[in-house]
């Protein structure tokens, strides 16, 4: 994933024109224009509609606090039916400023996507397919990564891409045991040459199935407005006429569009129509491209079930047009945690309860007597009025009680207004020591929620894995991009085509695809892997396996797929949706600033600039917009 450059100026829109920009690209990247998530054949100008595979959405999504959205803020079908298009068959494209590749990076588009393009090229150098310019600017080499052919089978078996009307883009399942990634259907001889002792696993998977397979409800079963807030008085799993996670079986909980979607046609017959496009690549008659690792996250756009010559098994398909055995993954939802969306009768100062057990207190001179036990991660309005008995803080608050700074996280307006704020422009806040996010427009708070910083708190960023302190803008926004567990991080496809240099700040070892402070864990409530030292040897662990005599790319590592709204504001520091752990208010992670799902698509589409229809990343700056102030404190 790396970070991308950030320069230029602000672009001084309104807020209704980029709320509008906002809207427009949360129906582009939803709309049926670009597909379905279960590969069909689509024309190019079809109408918008909602995504296979994705829930319906609720009544509710197209209303702003409960109202319908003014007309002027309505978005246009996408992509326009009256523009030539080009379509995106690499798993990323490169966005350039220039029509040449070693202009500017402005970001990148991912597989599937069709963009508004230039009647003509701009020229050929480099390119021999042409460079055409794309909306809202740049350009994109016809070629290797885009094509001008709508009918070609990649954009159709790729499907309409993230979903945004949802809090995570895709569907996600975490692996159980390693796997290999088909590339495609696999007979059942090939299963069991692949997959070490497969007979007992389907044997112990029948037995278990019911349990091992069951979810909770989480991040997609909280109804949510348009802009990505939660909408009051809904219970979680009220989604209208939308189905919940409870409702949903085992096919559309990995990505399909029920549980009897059939074979798509890219796959029919045993063989693969299409070309390999991921960044393991293979002999064009291997069986398989890399294995998965136990604890891998896998972001899924569609599943099916086979029949016995494949020994029955249902396989999902990632992002990448891969395919992974049902059996070896496990559905998960994500946390249904969210802040609270600020309003006259419920804004600052108030806190957040962070620890389990927790009860408030009443105060009589100077002795303080627990009280009644809070609910986790309740929120409590405060005065503003403080006392301190024993050297711990006590805040009141507005039912004349008081919590302890041990037990909560507060969000309080700033002593002082920093620069942005006296603009009227908007900012984020983020408090270390509270574990807290605020939303600003201007001096104007408009959300609050907790957060999961650096694992070291306050300590010093340089050499721990505390976050960066000081005054920022987002440098890049992507959609989604993929974190591992050795700080690297990539947004897929060829790496030092979309991503700038690494950073190798604080010792890290820059590797290929980029890095990142964050060390995503390696599963829920653990701690990452350590790094081996240099020259040591890895030892495979048993089971893993080998592709040929070469052992798999990635042995030692684990990966965590798309993960969801990452916006970088620092060299190797971004805030990011963790799809992976519920323990927000808690330091947790290496350096980036984790938030739910429901909160980072909130931020996502909230903060500026937004991006373009179609695109998948952006680069902030002169070209597309400065990005949003962030102002990180201890």
């Not at 595979?53 to 246009?76: F, H, K, W």
Request: proline share 8%; charged share 25%; with cysteine.
């Amino acid at each position: 994933m790396g970070a991308l450059l950030s320069s230029g100026k602000p672009h001084g829109a309104r807020r209704a024109a980029r709320l509008a920009l906002c809207l427009a690209h949360l129906a582009a990247l939803t709309a049926a224009a670009c597909g379905c998530r279960k590969p069909a054949d689509v024309p190019a100008d079809a109408g918008a509609a909602a995504p296979a595979g994705a829930d319906a959405a609720p009544a509710e999504l197209a209303a702003i606090d409960g109202q319908a959205a003014p007309a002027e803020l309505v978005a246009p079908a996408w992509p326009p039916s009256d523009k030539p298009l080009l379509g995106v068959t690499a798993f990323v494209a490169t966005v350039y400023k220039e029509p040449r590749d070693t202009s500017k990076k402005l970001g990148y588009l991912r597989v599937g996507s069709r963009v508004p393009r230039s009647a003509e090229p701009a020229g050929t150098a480099g390119c021999p397919g042409g460079w055409y310019a794309i909306e809202p600017s740049g350009y994109l080499c016809v070629g290797e990564e885009a094509t001008l052919d709508l009918n070609d089978p990649i954009l159709k078996a790729a499907g309409p891409g993230p979903n945004l009307r949802t809090a995570l883009p895709y569907r996600y399942a975490f692996v159980r045991a390693v796997l290999p990634l088909y590339l495609r259907v696999p007979t059942a001889e090939e299963q069991r040459k692949s997959e070490f002792k497969l007979d007992e696993h389907l044997s112990w998977f029948e037995e278990n199935k019911a349990t091992v397979q069951r979810v909770i409800l989480g991040a997609n079963d909280v109804a949510i407005d348009a802009r990505g807030v939660p909408l009051p008085g809904k219970q979680l799993g009220e989604l209208g006429l939308g189905k919940n996670s409870l409702e949903l079986g085992e096919g559309a909980l990995l990505g399909g569009e029920g549980d009897g979607d059939p074979i798509p046609f890219w796959l029919e017959g045993g063989k693969r129509l299409i070309r390999n496009i991921s960044d393991f690549k293979v002999p064009d008659y291997a069986v398989f491209a890399d294995r998965a690792r136990r604890f891998t996250g896998l972001s899924l756009i569609g599943s099916f079930a086979t029949g016995p010559e494949a020994l029955s098994r249902r396989f999902a398909i990632t992002t990448d047009l891969r395919l992974a055995p049902a059996t070896k993954i496990k559905p998960d939802t994500g946390s249904p945690w969210h802040g609270v969306e600020l309003t006259d009768a419920l804004t600052l100062p108030l806190a957040f309860v962070r620890a389990r057990g927790a009860r408030d207190v009443q105060i009589q001179g100077d002795k303080a007597t627990p009280g009644k036990e809070l609910p986790f991660r309740d929120i409590v309005p405060l005065t503003g009025r403080m006392r301190r008995i024993e050297g711990v803080k006590y805040y009141r608050t507005r039912d004349q009680r008081y919590v302890s700074q041990l037990d909560v996280g507060i969000a309080v307006a700033p002593s002082a207004w920093p620069e942005v704020a006296e603009k009227g422009e908007k900012w984020i806040e983020v408090s270390i020591t509270h574990q807290t996010l605020v939303l600003w427009e201007g001096k104007r708070p408009v959300y609050a929620t907790l957060v999961s910083t650096g694992q070291a708190g306050v300590a010093d960023p340089k050499t721990t894995t505390a976050t960066v302190r000081g005054v920022f803008r987002i440098r890049n926004k992507h959609i989604t991009a993929t974190m591992d567990s050795n700080e690297s991080s990539s947004v897929g496809g060829r790496a030092e085509t979309t991503a700038d240099a690494p950073s190798a700040s604080r010792g890290a070892k820059p590797e290929k695809g980029g890095s990142s402070k964050e060390r995503a864990s390696k599963k829920p409530g653990a701690s990452a892997a350590a790094k081996p030292a240099a020259g040591e040897k890895v030892v495979p662990r048993k089971g893993d396996g080998e592709y040929g005599v070469t052992r798999r790319r990635g042995e030692g590592t684990y990966a965590l797929k798309d993960v969801p709204y990452i916006q970088y504001f620092a060299s190797g520091y971004a805030l990011h949706a963790a799809y992976w752990h519920d323990v927000f208010g808690t330091p947790r992670s290496h350096g980036c600033i984790n938030l739910a799902p429901i909160d980072a698509h909130r931020l996502f589409l909230w903060t500026d600039p937004p991006v373009p229809p179609g695109w998948h990343a952006i680069n902030t700056g002169e070209e597309l917009g400065e990005g949003t102030t962030i102002i990180v404190h201890e």
